[in-house]
DNA sequence: TTAAGTTTGGGACAAATGTCCTTTTTTTAG
DNA sequence: CTAAAAAAAGGACATTTGTCCCAAACTTAA
């Protein structure tokens, strides 16, 4: 549920050890600090070192929807790069969190000089995209009950890591819901 | 709502015109004929020259999500090449449907050799993402009949163009639901 | 043109989820 | 340790969506 992208940070990871050049840069960040805004123009493509981020989109009426929690090693602001876009989603620090920053440019150049990046990038693109087909054909087709015990099974330090408000933006239900599910499964023992 | 890609259509046409390559085959299937098999293993890359197609995904019970509607230069069967895996979707043919098919080989050659073949993939995941992340958001947080709607302003041949088991699976909703929404819109004189 | 077959729409009720607000539990300040 | 404040859980009812099935409309064959 939080994704990862390990060999695309070991390779990041190695460019920003490499002292011969300055593409990459890192920023700190302590927990809910905004690191991108919904709607903005941004010049950077970022990559998580470590720590937690929620990926997400607010509504006109305030409501929250997230895509995704971001993992070490996950890429975000290319989607924008790619079609010089503004921002869909704002991007919220969770934990403390390290970043790597490339610079449009930069990121262009490794795109086109290093081949290895290029297909890391590729593929990280390809699994975002198995990955919210999987997720949202799930979130339509299941009840809550049986998404959030999926969930569970996947991540079971699910409650321990991620608050309910946000685990119920992320099923796309209210936390009334998500209460009454999560009631239900302990009173089955499924949880 | 039925994706499109004018950029890669233009640039496969040339290459497909090119003679002096034979890395591009053509395919015709009449209506309603598999592309692709949720749970293939595929060898080769697709992009449609002419027709729809739809891309859905079936679960244990045998209910149906349609992820998407592909038009002209959409392409298809490349996430599956990028992480090596069985396609997690099928795509079958909605009108007559002509494909363009490059095997694995020629693919990565293609994306190797040719820049701007490589930045055209490139935008084409990016774009799928970006609008699955937009439809997936507005489809969870909005009730039916406002995503009907919003459907409807978007594509206006709407229910001339798809069936409505299609429209339903695509909403993520019962045909019963679809009914009593187009209902409520027609009463309300908004379609 | 009509009767059987087939497809499409909708009624009635059931189940799931949302809204609103009160109760319970936890945290904080003094 | 206690009272106030804040956060979390859940009751009661409303609304939305789903299930099941029957009725209406449309096709087809004789």
Same mark, same amino acid.
């Given at each position: 549920?939080?994704?990862?992208?390990?060999?695309?940070?070991?390779?990041?990871?190695?460019?920003?050890?490499?002292?011969?050049? $300055?593409?990459?840069?890192?920023? @700190?960040?302590?927990?809910?600090?905004?690191?991108? !805004?919904?709607?903005?123009?941004?010049?950077?493509?970022?990559?998580?070192?470590?720590?937690?981020?929620?990926?997400?989109?607010?509504?006109?009426?305030?409501?929250?929807?997230?895509?995704?929690?971001?993992?070490?090693?996950?890429?975000?602001?290319?989607? !924008?790069?790619? @079609? !010089?876009?503004?921002?869909?989603?704002?991007?919220?620090?969770?934990?403390?969190?390290?970043?790597? +920053?490339?610079? /449009?440019?930069?990121?262009?150049?490794?795109?086109?000089?290093?081949?290895?990046?290029?297909?890391?990038?590729?593929?990280?693109?390809?699994? +975002?995209?198995?990955?919210?087909?999987?997720?949202?054909? $799930?979130?339509?087709? $299941?009840?809550? !009950?049986? $998404?959030?015990?999926?969930?569970?099974?996947?991540?079971?330090?699910?409650?321990?890591?991620?608050? +309910?408000?946000?685990?119920?933006?992320?099923?796309?239900?209210?936390? /009334?819901?998500?209460? /009454?599910?999560?009631?239900?499964?302990?009173? +089955?023992?499924?949880?």
């Amino acid at each position: 549920m939080i994704r990862i992208n390990r060999e695309l940070l070991d390779f990041i990871g190695k460019i920003a050890a490499d002292e011969s050049n $300055n593409f990459i840069s890192q920023h @700190n960040f302590s927990p809910k600090k905004i690191v991108i !805004e919904q709607g903005d123009k941004i010049e950077f493509v970022h990559i998580i070192k470590s720590g937690i981020a929620k990926c997400y989109l607010t509504n006109e009426d305030g409501n929250i929807f997230i895509q995704e929690f971001f993992g070490e090693g996950v890429i975000f602001g290319e989607i !924008e790069m790619f @079609n !010089e876009d503004e921002t869909v989603c704002a991007v919220e620090s969770m934990t403390d969190l390290v970043i790597y +920053k490339i610079s /449009r440019n930069n990121f262009y150049k490794l795109l086109e000089e290093n081949p290895q990046f290029n297909r890391l990038v590729l593929r990280a693109l390809a699994a +975002k995209i198995k990955f919210k087909a999987i997720r949202y054909s $799930n979130s339509h087709l $299941n009840p809550i !009950e049986t $998404n959030l015990l999926l969930l569970k099974k996947q991540f079971p330090e699910l409650f321990k890591t991620i608050a +309910k408000p946000d685990i119920a933006n992320y099923l796309g239900v209210t936390e /009334r819901s998500l209460n /009454r599910s999560i009631k239900s499964l302990r009173e +089955k023992k499924l949880i």
